[in-house]
């Protein structure tokens, strides 16, 4: 077992600005600053990093964080970052943050090393720990930490509000003077965490809602929400890896589902769709013959859409229209709610700070169930076995 410490020396967290366009979140919020400074680490911030989530620095230093005036200053300082998009994720202006890392820091964020190569060697080669909060496992001992799934619970929420503003229709059954209005029909893909998020939303704004997912285990979840689920005779048992995420199904098993799925798609007046595999192209659920197949006016809200789409015509980081059909092609929902996605983030990354920091030092021990999990990079290689497999 190795254990690596940080030097001993003063610990200190970093908290830069979020530089990318798309993204109004901050890592840290001034609540969380108390517990960690119990905990003997510092908080550096850099000036005006929350004010797009609702944080002003004045409520920072209220708590105890340091306001610093330039980015720079949080990278010679601090020997602890956290981001919400680290450098890898980060194409614009990730490079200028890989020029300020050292083998002195650990940063800590979400990378998507699956997809940045490129960028995660670049972190290795200067000998920087990084930590990668969307490998966070689904273990009960890591649930206070899960990055994913605190962030999918407001994409879910915020998918169906935007499904609703875009239907010419609303969602319940209203009884009018001049006769009755019928409650639309609702299709939710994937009852993961988004997925019954989205089915409670729909359903307390008074829609018909219906269930979707791979996983039979998950029926009574979402009939407990007052969903119906969608079944199919696809007996499957091993849908899901180790840790806790979905697994990637083989050719013939979609093409079943698409089967499942045509019927009742073409009946649907909005669909949000959830199915993502970490680390893989999302399941192209929907084809385009099923969405030509849709009525005019209806919505699909593809929360996938960062890792292709579950709809074959989705384009990322646009909303289109086909046939009459608006499809959704969002990546980052959550941000939109910056205030409660920054609260909920900030959450988690003091947790694992929490569980790093021990004795007053950053622990790396690179055989603790969770930390071998979520560790990329360290002492200038990439550790992690499939980022490694993938960068050979």
Same mark, same amino acid.
């Given at each position: 077992?190795?254990?690596?410490?940080?030097?001993?020396?003063?610990?200190?967290?970093?908290?830069?600005?979020?530089?990318?366009?798309?993204?109004?979140?901050?890592?840290?919020?001034?609540?969380?600053?108390?517990? /960690?400074?119990?905990?003997?680490?510092? *908080? !550096?911030?850099?000036?005006? &990093? %929350?004010?797009? =989530?609702?944080? $002003?620095? #004045?409520?920072?230093?209220?708590?105890?964080?340091?306001?610093?005036?330039?980015?720079?200053?949080?990278?010679?300082?601090?020997?602890?970052?956290?981001?919400?998009?680290?450098?890898?994720?980060?194409?614009?202006?990730?490079?200028?943050?890989?020029?300020?890392?050292?083998?002195?820091?650990?940063?800590?964020?979400?990378?998507?090393?699956?997809?940045?190569?490129?960028?995660?060697?670049?972190?290795?080669?200067?000998?920087?720990?990084?930590?990668?909060?969307?490998?966070?496992?689904?273990?009960?001992?890591?649930?206070?930490?899960?990055?994913?799934?605190?962030?999918?619970?407001?994409?879910?929420?915020?998918?169906?509000?935007?499904?609703?503003?875009?239907?010419?229709?609303?969602?319940?059954?209203?009884?009018?003077?001049?006769?009755? /209005?019928?409650?639309?029909?609702?299709? *939710? !893909?994937?009852?993961?965490? &988004? %997925?019954?998020? =989205?089915?409670? $939303?729909? #359903?307390?704004?008074?829609?018909?809602?219906?269930?979707?997912?791979?996983?039979?285990?998950?029926?009574?979840?979402?009939?407990?929400?007052?969903?119906?689920?969608?079944?199919?005779?696809?007996?499957?048992?091993?849908?899901?890896?180790?840790?806790?995420?979905?697994?990637?199904?083989?050719?013939?098993?979609?093409?079943?589902?698409?089967?499942?799925?045509?019927?009742?798609?073409?009946?649907?007046?909005?669909?949000?769709?959830?199915?993502?595999?970490?680390?893989?192209?999302?399941?192209?659920?929907?084809?385009?013959?099923?969405?030509?197949?849709?009525?005019?006016?209806?919505?699909?809200?593809?929360?996938?859409?960062?890792?292709?789409?579950?709809?074959?015509?989705?384009?990322?980081?646009?909303?289109?229209?086909?046939?009459?059909?608006?499809?959704?092609?969002?990546?980052?929902?959550?941000?939109?709610?910056?205030?409660?996605?920054?609260?909920?983030?900030?959450?988690?990354?003091?947790?694992?700070?929490?569980?790093?920091?021990?004795?007053?030092?950053?622990?790396?021990?690179?055989?603790?169930?969770?930390?071998?999990?979520?560790?990329?990079?360290?002492?200038?290689?990439?550790?992690?076995?499939?980022?490694?497999?993938?960068?050979?």
């Amino acid at each position: 077992m190795e254990i690596t410490e940080t030097p001993n020396h003063k610990l200190i967290l970093g908290v830069p600005s979020e530089t990318h366009p798309q993204e109004r979140m901050v890592s840290l919020v001034p609540q969380n600053i108390i517990p /960690l400074k119990e905990i003997g680490v510092e *908080v !550096l911030i850099e000036h005006d &990093a %929350g004010i797009n =989530a609702g944080f $002003t620095d #004045k409520q920072y230093e209220e708590v105890g964080g340091t306001i610093v005036p330039q980015r720079s200053d949080i990278f010679d300082s601090a020997n602890m970052i956290a981001q919400v998009r680290g450098p890898s994720k980060n194409p614009d202006s990730g490079q200028k943050d890989i020029a300020k890392l050292s083998n002195e820091h650990i940063i800590i964020g979400f990378l998507q090393p699956q997809f940045a190569i490129k960028e995660i060697n670049q972190i290795a080669q200067k000998g920087t720990t990084s930590i990668a909060m969307e490998l966070i496992p689904r273990i009960t001992k890591a649930q206070n930490m899960d990055a994913l799934s605190s962030l999918a619970n407001l994409a879910g929420y915020k998918s169906v509000l935007v499904a609703a503003s875009i239907m010419p229709k609303i969602f319940p059954l209203m009884m009018t003077a001049s006769g009755t /209005l019928r409650p639309a029909k609702i299709l *939710v !893909l994937g009852a993961g965490v &988004a %997925g019954l998020q =989205a089915i409670a $939303t729909a #359903k307390r704004l008074g829609a018909l809602v219906t269930g979707y997912d791979i996983r039979p285990a998950v029926k009574e979840q979402v009939e407990s929400l007052g969903a119906k689920f969608l079944e199919d005779d696809l007996k499957n048992t091993e849908v899901e890896t180790n840790s806790g995420y979905a697994k990637e199904m083989s050719k013939d098993f979609y093409a079943n589902q698409q089967k499942l799925l045509s019927q009742a798609i073409s009946e649907t007046d909005a669909i949000i769709t959830t199915a993502a595999i970490p680390g893989k192209k999302a399941p192209v659920l929907i084809t385009t013959e099923m969405v030509s197949n849709m009525k005019a006016g209806s919505v699909i809200v593809d929360l996938a859409a960062e890792t292709g789409g579950n709809c074959a015509l989705t384009e990322t980081n646009q909303t289109i229209l086909h046939n009459g059909i608006s499809i959704v092609g969002t990546t980052n929902l959550h941000s939109t709610l910056p205030t409660d996605a920054s609260q909920v983030y900030s959450n988690n990354i003091s947790n694992l700070v929490s569980y790093i920091v021990k004795n007053n030092n950053a622990e790396i021990d690179l055989q603790d169930p969770i930390l071998k999990e979520v560790i990329v990079t360290h002492k200038g290689t990439i550790v992690h076995p499939v980022i490694k497999d993938l960068s050979e």
